[in-house]
């Protein structure tokens, strides 16, 4: 990696007068390290000063009552999935934290971290590869080897948000909250992340000079059920081929309300609202169920080596519904 | 005449005993050269080509050289030579710290003029792809052809044909230590290194020419190796290298390849594929075959597999070409050739056996001409359950359906007449074994200690073993072809057994009896004849004073025989709607002759067993026809076994004789049939591509839907 200087973060207000003016690259910031110490190796990023978040009080709790959850962004993956409200009334996101990398991994690796990580595309971690990702003219996948690429919204750049948290965050009704020059907003975890068509170079709305702070999640009602579904080509620790973050409230055998997002096949933790539309309001079975996963995919629009996503998905879909309500 | 003795007459051989480093390698103790570090180590690292084809038009080392910290710049590729893959060496730095060399590198500035490249079979086998190789028309060898009897007439008997074509990917080694070495010159005319090699001695050769030194002020140590596999037989450019910068700072290197670096040169598997036609005869008789097949060994030759395999085939054709690519070149990887001809050869034998709506087993029986692996047949599918196996494949009820499949194989491992070994017996009653050849993982080291420890009645853990240093001038082959054991077990023995005469004819006065009547057992030398006369083990070597015995050993044919025979057997979970595949159990019952350590043996297989799950189900390179370069140069996209997908493996130590055989190939081969003809019989949909990944079979399953 190249050198930079090492800034331990004291306070808010200081990361983020650190962070201005110097637009993507310049300034970055560290907590767990497990994302950005690999683009720092592969010289991918290089910046010339990293900021330590670890160093910040207060800000790697979960706080779990009446009114939801708030996760601090330090908060260890691990913690998420360990955390006894969470594994209870939140099961998706336990489970979704479970899933993730290696035992390791989840004991350093952060929340804040996790829905900010850079896509696992094998072209944008070649630092040769001056891909249309990094500013060059072409997205390699579109023509090159493409298995584990998107089969939804890729159009420009085909990269896969590698997030596990953030589909079942985005399923539970999340939203984030980030803090920059001009103050704190919050916003839909949904609405945080963008498609390439939109930004091809980021895969969220986050401005160089801002940082996720926090992550709130509206409390889950008692008829409340959600599933986490993923499918990889081995145990661990391997990314996602595609996933699925399932959450309904039932009345009964019956679907209230519906949410799934889909993770591993877009640029950006993927809301199926076909998918929803086709479970709302109904008797929850297998052909219901069949019949969400087939809607989910089919705007799919696969490359060269990933249409067995587009069954991969569907059949999760489908599984995650009947897990779900079960 | 040499023998082991009978199984009875054993108290060590065959048994399974602990290995001697396990406490040190679980601990840390034990150093690997990755661990050495020398007072006043100095850092290497290499500048390579990311480029897979261009010619050299200028090198500048000259910004390197400026940075401080540096200590020695070399360039390798001469200007006006052609880079010819990825990876390919165009200079190297030392440097106090592996930063400032990593920094250093940056700064070599490399001007290389981009030539065509292709790097994948495809591409190279493509109308009006540029040539690449000044040595050949084209980018295909020759073919070699090979003919017997009568292919013709062959199909004319044959009552079923299947065709079809299958493919293997290019695997690579990932050696858990990659390759690499420490360098210390102790003057201009003597070299230490340390180094990750199969063979201490080869690279000492090697090394001795390239510095035009006496073989005898090269040493090179190697304590415990982390993987070899065959790829790791001389010091490679990386090795010789290191040594160059050692000599230029004069100052200790160490210079090991990055993880990127080992999967792009450090050698590989070559590819396979085969378009097969083969006929069988109404009462299962394999009776024809006809095969055109092409591998790429990279930018070299070397891409061959065995085809047909193991099974009898009385008329046959067979055409084989390599491809070239401007990819790192292949080396020997565990089994050169077979896995891959065994995945092909077990799948076409499944095919052929349905089409006769034969079970598989049986068609193989009547085709196997080995007896050693008609009686695996029976063992194995007791093991494995063979009667629980679906009839009609893809019949099992539900999502998750299960199947079974076998597999085969064999291989050589007698070993040869290239060891020299000396068993020392101290006054103080120690014992000492010493040669030339290295444990590169496979417990050689504890196989030495029981052989001597039996010829003197003594614990595995009273002997002590020197391997890995060429310092003694006692050498020893590479570690390759399976033949370490069956290489140096005999001279141990002998030279165990020259020395255990020569103390009993010191002793054999004071006990007053023939030598010949003198045994030794519970550390006590005694008369069989009369066991009131014994001698203490310690007193009868404490007599010995200055004169320590010590003596060599001699190749023995007798000790060693080649030739086993193996045969798996697999049983898999295929999840139909994820296209998951879960290997539940995997018998291996693999021909071994005499296993010296039963407990090592068993570990082999299972390392074999694991490596060919890996090939069936995970591993492969992939070439980026457009960049040139290795799309997963890394352990994160390139995907080896991990401990969810280990299965229960029952390995079998399957000894029938009393010779030394070496298996450390052998039980890789037949997995990745095994697996393939599982997955067949669990969901009736024949994958003929390695690896077995879900993409397949759930495209593979809406093929056959549709």
Known sequence: MEKFSYVNATSLEQVTALLSDSGWGEVMLIAGGTDLLA?????????????????????????????????????????????????????????????????????????????????????????????????????????????????????????????????????????????????????????????????????????????????????????????????????????????????????????????????????????????????????????VSKQAGADAVKDAQPLNDNAYKVTLTQNLVSRAVMMATS | MASWGEASESRLIGKRIPRLSGRDKVTGKAKYTFDINRPGLLYGRILRSEIAHANVVGVDLSEAEALPGVKAVIQIVEVGKKIRYQGQEIAAVAAETDDIAKDAIRLIRVDLEELPYVVTEADAMADGAPQIRDDWAGNQSDPNVREAGDLEGGFAQAAVEVEATYHAPVQTHVCLETHGHVAEWEDEQNLTVWASTQGVFGVRNDLAGSFNL???????????????????????????????????????????????????????????????????????????????????????????????????????????????????NQRAMRAPGHPQG?????????ELAEKLGMNPLEFRRINDPSEVRQAQYTLGAQEIGWHRRN????????????????????????????????????????????????????????????????EFGLAPTDITVRVGDSAPGLPSGGSGGSQTTASVAPVIKTAAAAAKQKLFERVAPQLEAPVEDLRVGNRTIYVVSDRTKT?????????????????????????????????????????????????????????????????????????????????ALL????????????????????????????????????????????????????????????VYNAIGVRIRELPITPDKILTALAEKKA
Request: aromatic share 6%; hydrophobic share 40%.
């Open chain 1, 39 to 287: 683009e720092l190796k592969e010289y991918v990023e290089t910046p010339k000063t990293l900021i330590n978040l670890k160093t910040l009080p207060g800000m790697d709790g979960i706080e779990a009552d009446a009114s939801g959850l708030k996760i601090g962004a330090l908060t260890t993956v691990a913690d998420i999935a360990r955390h006894p409200t969470i594994q209870h009334h939140y099961t998706v996101l336990a489970q979704a934290a479970g899933s993730v990398a290696t035992p390791q991994i989840r004991n350093v690796g952060t929340l804040g971290g996790n829905l900010c990580q850079r896509p696992r595309c094998w072209y944008y971690r070649d630092e040769s590869t001056h891909c249309l990702k990094k500013g060059g003219d072409i997205c390699y996948a579109v023509d090159g080897l493409s298995k584990y690429h998107a089969i939804l919204g890729g159009d420009p750049v085909y990269i896969v948000h590698p997030s596990d948290l953030a589909p079942a965050l985005i399923a539970l009704g999340a939203s984030v909250k980030i803090i920059g020059p001009d103050g704190e907003k919050t916003m839909s975890l949904e609405d945080f992340f963008t498609l390439p068509a939109a930004n091809p170079f980021r895969e969220n709305v986050l401005e160089p000079n801002e940082i996720v702070v926090e992550v709130q999640v509206p409390p889950a009602k008692s008829n409340t059920k959600s599933f986490y579904l993923k499918a990889r080509e081995k145990g661990a620790p391997d990314f996602a081929l595609a996933s699925v973050a399932a959450v309904f409230e039932m009345d009964g055998k019956t679907c209230q309300s519906a949410s799934v997002v889909l993770g591993g096949v877009a640029p950006a933790p993927w809301r199926s609202k076909e998918a929803e539309v086709a479970l709302t309001g109904k008797m929850i079975d297998d052909n």
């Open chain 2, 214 to 328: 006496p073989a005898n002020q090269v040493r090179v140590i190697t304590e415990h190796m982390g993987g070899g596999f065959g790829s790791k037989f001389g010091p490679g450019v990386e090795g010789r290298t290191a040594a160059d910068l050692a000599r230029i700072s004069g100052r200790p290197v160490k210079l090991m390849l990055t993880r990127k670096a080992e999967h792009l040169v450090a050698g590989n598997r070559p590819s396979m594929t085969q378009h097969v036609r083969a006929g069988a005869t109404s009462d299962g008789r394999l009776i024809a075959y006809d095969m055109k097949g092409h591998g790429t060994g990279g930018i070299s030759s070397g891409a061959g597999f065995q085809a047909p395999y193991v099974y009898h085939v009385p008329n046959l054709r067979t055409e084989k070409v390599n491809v070239a690519v401007n990819v790192g």
């Open chain 2, 342 to 350: 065994a995945f092909a050869m077990d799948s076409l034998m499944d």
């Open chain 2, 391 to 454: 009839n009609l494949p893809g019949s099992g009820e539900g999502i998750k359906k299960r199947g079974m499949g076998v597999g085969s194989g064999l291989w050589g491992g007698g070993g040869g007449p290239s060891t020299q070994a000396r068993v020392s017996i101290n006054s103080d009653g120690t014992v000492e074994a010493v040669t030339g050849t290295q444990d590169i993982g496979t417990g050689i080291r504890t196989a030495i200690a029981i052989i001597v420890a039996e």
């Open chain 2, 535 to 615: 001698i203490k083990w310690e007193l009868a070597t404490g007599q010995l004073g200055m004169e320590s015995i010590s003596e060599g050993g001699n190749w023995d044919e007798e000790l060693r025989q080649g030739g086993v025979a193996g045969t798996q057997f697999a049983e898999v979970e295929i999840d139909t709607q994820t296209g998951a595949i879960r290997v539940i159990k995997i018998v291996a019952v693999q021909d071994c002759g005499l296993a010296i350590n039963r407990l090592t043996t068993e570990s082999q297989i299972n390392g074999g067993v694991i490596m060919g799950l890996g090939q």
């Open chain 2, 619 to 678: 591993e492969e390179r992939f070439m980026d026809a457009e960049t040139g370069r290795m799309l997963n140069a890394n352990l994160e996209d390139y995907k080896v076994p991990g401990t969810f997908e280990i299965p229960e493996i029952k390995s079998i130590v399957f000894d029938t004789h009393r010779k030394v055989t070496g298996v450390g190939e052998p039980p890789c081969i037949p997995t990745p049939g095994a697996i393939a003809n599982a």
